[in-house]
Nanobody, 125 residues
Framework: QVALVESGGGLVQAGGSLRLSCKFS????????MGWFRQAPGKEREFVAS????????DYGGSVKGRFVVSRDNVKESLSLRMYTIEPEDTAVYYC??????????????????WGQGTQVTVSS
């Protein structure tokens, strides 16, 4: 059974940077597309970034494009999200997700089969 564990969240000042990590286990990591989503209080879960496993395609949500960078380490079986020029609006619980399907809509929560428990990111202004 695939398990995902996020880490790296915390309190950061606006304009700063942060790196989130997601440790993958229970499957063949290289055969899984991975994603990051976030959910702020009272809001729906929002797409942040994704990496498709079979061709390396990367996509970002509009609110983070140009500020966040997603990457994966296939040796360590982990996914990272580097966050730069952080804004108060980035405050949310950040979730890691995974799917082995090749026809998934990777910017939708329905495109994933596995989710981590989330890590809180709080941005102070």
């Amino acid at each position: 059974q695939v398990a995902l564990v996020e880490s790296g969240g915390g309190l950061v000042q606006a304009g700063g940077s942060l790196r989130l990590s997601c440790k993958f286990s229970g499957g063949t990591f290289t055969r899984y597309s991975m994603g990051w989503f976030r959910q702020a209080p009272g809001k729906e879960r929002e797409f942040v970034a994704s990496m498709r496993w079979y061709d390396g395609w990367i996509d970002y949500g509009g609110s983070v494009k140009g500020r966040f960078v997603v990457s994966r380490d296939n040796v360590k079986e982990s996914l990272s999200l580097r966050m730069y020029t952080i804004e108060p609006e980035d405050t949310a619980v950040y979730y890691c997700s995974a799917t082995s399907r090749t026809d998934s809509d990777l910017d939708s929560i329905t495109g994933y089969d596995y989710w981590g428990q989330g890590t809180q990111v709080t941005v102070s202004s």
